[in-house]
């Protein structure tokens, strides 16, 4: 693999009011890679994917994106590299009582000037609705353009919050647990269409997921977490059913006791 | 709150019997149930100049300006709550977690004194009644029908202003953090997110605020501002209680639909 | 090709636009509200355009350099003893006792209204005033839904004179002598807001312990008093909290009407022009209701907690 890095982690620890949630996490993804956290609750998933887009601190270690070492930096710059950066969190973090199209367009409000973005909040350019549409098409739900977001199902709004990072156009996706929320095959079919999204566009994916089978099936390199250390970081094939096994054994109840 | 309240009837010297009529209080009571029946629809005088404008038409009057005082002063109020409102709310505050200790980080210290500052007027404003501004005013820039209108929106301003900070506080987080981490500024999460979802309970609260505001400025009145408690006063030292229902009836009426209107719309956007 | 693909979209848009779903009921409210603001400030009953005239500004000036300056430190400047000298003296010649008689106006009130309402709460609430108590969608026969009707009317009419009114009319009847005018019209004028709240209280309860007490034989009352009322009590509570600090508020303005209270003592010292008294007092009155308020918030926050 020789595309440049996306991010770059050297022994980054992460803290939550003295409790330790990640511990010396090295890591590198390359542009364009789609990589999955698995393990399970409480493991540090959601912490890595904080600390790639800078929006969680590290206690210890170095945090590059894109080349850049986020310590070197000031506050307005970290926050014009998260407008490269698309964001799926597990709650998806739509507004529920406006439309669709107003939760897509929030996608670009990094790149605008509040000025620009008070004036399309009140009526949104006819060109950028078109865009809004277009990529509601590619995910399949254009006819919920103008509906109140919580009028969808959880499916649908899984979309629009895919649709919002792709509206961003942001070159990384990083989504937390996109698939908690759904139901088996509604489950698989998004992971599906996320994955070949990020393909199609070229993009870097970062997920998190508990959901072992679906992510072997889909996603190409796996990183296993537990209790805030690396397991094992290596393409999916090359993992033992061993490895995955210690996963998920019960060893952590017991420590905790 | 039991004892207090023993205590206070001992401090006030109450006895039950304060609650009977006083000497003449009799008669006027009478008068005063006669007139809850038989609201006037004419003057009660015996002699009525010609040329004098017809008894309901001065109800309506009085209605009109009431809603007006009303209307302005909310109008006022609505523009000081929303701003003072926003000021006075954290939710929409930077998140920097780097880099704590900037110094160019303005949001470190410039926000949380402004904050202070804003929680100490809003609670000034709040604190002193409309009836008091109105007598400041009254005292300080004689009668004008502005400074009415004043009296009303500084106190109702505090007030909005109070309940609009804490519903945006109290607003869901999730997505104004999700703004934030795709590189949104602290005002632009404000108008996408925490607006927009504190809006329909603002709304409603507003227009609850709006019937009071209503009442507020019947009472004005009683100063000299030609709304509903100037002709009550009138009417009732001439001692004609029938004038006095037939306002505090057009006073009611107004309430009703306001409160009919609002419970109306609370049912049918708020709770879906 | 592309092009008609594109028109098809735009026109897709369009009839997307149009059926969007959308409330007129709630879009005609707001621009009938915001449309009379907006009659209200050009209508020319508001005055603002001569609201800052010259005169009115010399008033306003002598008002704030002179009038409401504290009356020994109008001639010498300030001077911190006979500042002092003269707040103690108007503090303890009428403002302690009227501050005394405000706060126990508002206790005696609030109580009261609490009494009336929590009379009138329970036949009002559409789910225990019925036939069959706490049973979905009963509307309960006509004599319960005429006892519904008469008590969220009175409730209605109670709140819907301003408490000012009340008192002024009370006054008349009453007498001023005692206190006993405020605290009516505070009483029944919160008994019909406390009233709306609790019943509202009771409509949101959880029905299927209620329920279940009523199918094990309890009747009405003892349904209210077992199941009910405990489960309503904190909410209760909350509400009384609430307007006590709002009755502390009005308790001290009504003293306006000539009832021992702070705004007895401002409306006295405004008749006589004695504007730095009106000021103590009604800085007085807003300490007062700054207490009343962090002390009926730390008893809402105990009570949510617990």
């Known amino acids: 693999m020789d595309a440049p890095k996306a991010f770059e982690l050297r022994n980054v620890g992460v803290r939550f009011d003295g409790f330790p949630a990640l511990l010396g996490l090295n890591l590198e993804v390359r542009r364009g890679e789609c990589l999955a956290f698995v393990g399970p609750s409480g493991s540090g998933k959601t912490s890595a994917l904080g600390v790639l887009n800078g929006m969680v601190p590290p206690a210890t270690g170095s945090v590059r994106i894109r080349e850049v070492d986020l310590s070197s930096i000031g506050v307005s710059a970290i926050r014009k590299l998260r407008v490269e950066i698309g964001v799926i969190p597990q709650d998806l973090g739509l507004v529920p009582n406006v439309r669709v199209y107003q939760n897509v367009m929030a996608g670009r409000l990094g790149r605008q000037s509040f000025i620009g973005s008070l004036r399309r909040l009140i009526r949104a350019p006819r060109r950028e609705l078109q865009e809004v549409m277009h990529f509601l098409k590619r ?8 509906q109140r977001t919580d009028s969808l199902s959880g499916g649908e709004r899984q979309r629009v919050a895919i649709a919002r990072s792709l509206y961003q156009g942001a070159n990384t996706i990083l989504a937390d647990e996109p698939l908690s929320a759904l139901d088996p095959a509604r489950a698989r079919e998004t992971l599906a269409l996320l994955v070949d999204i990020a393909r199609e566009n070229h993009m870097t994916l970062v997920l998190s997921m508990h959901d072992l089978a679906l992510a072997r099936e889909f996603i190409p390199r796996l990183v296993g ?31 905790h006791g | 709150m039991g004892l207090a309240a023993v205590a206070s009837w001992f401090l006030l010297d109450l006895h039950w019997s304060g609650l009977l009529p006083a000497a003449e209080g009799d008669s006027i009571l009478r008068l005063f149930f006669q007139g809850a029946v038989s609201p006037a629809l004419d003057y009660e005088a015996d002699y009525v100049p010609k040329g004098t404008t017809p008894f309901l038409w ?3 009057e009085a209605a009109r300006t009431t809603l007006i005082f009303a209307a302005g002063g909310m109008s006022l109020a609505l523009v000081f709550g929303f701003v003072l409102g926003f000021l006075g709310a954290t939710s929409w505050w930077p998140r920097e977690t780097h880099r704590r200790s900037d110094w160019r980080c303005l949001s470190c210290y410039l926000l949380p004194v402004m904050y202070s500052v804003v929680r100490l007027l809003i609670a000034s404003m709040r604190s002193i009644h409309e009836l008091l501004w109105a007598l400041f005013f009254l005292a300080a820039l004689g009668l004008n029908s502005f400074a009415a209108v004043l009296a009303i929106a500084i106190p109702y ?25 795709i590189g949104a500024g602290p005002l632009q999460v404000f108008f996408w997110s925490l607006l927009p979802q504190a809006l329909p309970d603002a709304c409603t609260y507003t227009f609850y605020r709006f019937e009071c505001a209503v009442r507020s400025s019947a009472v004005l009145g009683f100063f000299g501002y030609p709304t509903f408690g100037y002709y009550i006063r009138l009417s009732s030292e001439n001692v004609h209680y029938r004038e006095v229902w037939a306002y505090l009836y057009a006073l009611f009426a107004i309430v009703f639909v306001l409160e009919f209107w609002s419970s109306f719309l609370r049912r049918k956007v708020v709770m879906r | 090709m592309t092009a008609t693909a594109s028109h098809n979209e735009v026109g897709q848009l369009d009839q997307l636009w149009r059926c969007r779903p959308r409330s007129r009921l709630l879009r005609g409210s707001i621009a009938a509200l915001a449309g009379f603001a907006i009659y209200a400030w050009l209508c020319g009953e508001i005055e603002w355009r001569s609201f800052l005239t010259a005169r009115r500004m010399d008033n306003l000036q002598r008002f704030l350099n002179f009038e409401i300056v504290p009356f020994p430190l109008r001639e010498q400047g300030f001077e911190p003893g006979a500042f002092w000298d003269w707040m103690a003296a108007l503090f303890f010649e009428h403002g302690f006792e009227a501050v005394l008689a405000t706060l126990g106006i508002a206790v005696l009130s609030i109580v009261l209204a609490a009494t009336i309402a929590g009379v009138l709460a329970p036949f009002a609430a559409s789910n225990l005033a019925t036939d069959r108590p706490f049973h979905a969608d009963d509307k309960g026969s006509r004599p319960w839904l005429a006892l519904r009707l008469a008590s969220r009317t009175t409730m ?5 004179i301003p408490e000012y009114v009340l008192a002024f009319l009370f006054l008349a009847i009453l007498g001023p002598d005692t206190a006993w005018p405020a605290i009516a019209a505070l009483a029944l004028h919160n008994a019909g807001i406390l009233g709306r709240l609790e019943a509202e209280t009771i409509e949101n309860l959880d029905p299927r312990p209620l329920r279940a007490l009523h199918a094990i034989g309890a009747s009405r009352t003892k349904i209210f008093v077992a199941g009910v009322f405990p489960q309503a009590m904190g909410r209760y509570l909350l509400y009384f909290f609430y307007r006590f600090e709002t009755c502390v508020r009005e308790a001290s303005v009504l003293g306006i009407l000539g009832i021992v209270s702070l705004g007895y003592w401002i409306e006295e010292a405004r008749a006589k022009h004695y504007y730095d008294e009106m000021f103590f007092f009604v800085a007085l009155g ?5 207490a009343a308020d962090f002390l009926s918030a730390g008893a809402r926050r105990y009570i949510r907690r617990g």
């Open chain 2, 58 to 60: 001065k109800v309506a």
């Open chain 2, 157 to 181: 301003g505090g007030t909005l202003a109070k309940v609009f900070s804490e519903m945006l506080d109290e607003a869901p987080r999730e997505a104004a953090q999700s703004l934030r981490s």
């Open chain 1, 139 to 146: 995910l399949g739900i254009e006819n919920k353009i103008f």
């Open chain 3, 156 to 160: 209605i009419v109670l709140r819907a």
């Open chain 3, 286 to 290: 807003a300490l007062i209701v700054i």
């Open chain 1, 225 to 255: 977490l537990k209790n805030g250390a690396v397991l094992f970081d290596r393409a999916t094939g090359d993992i033992s059913p061993e490895e995955f096994e210690e996963l998920y054994n019960l060893e952590s109840k017991e420590r």
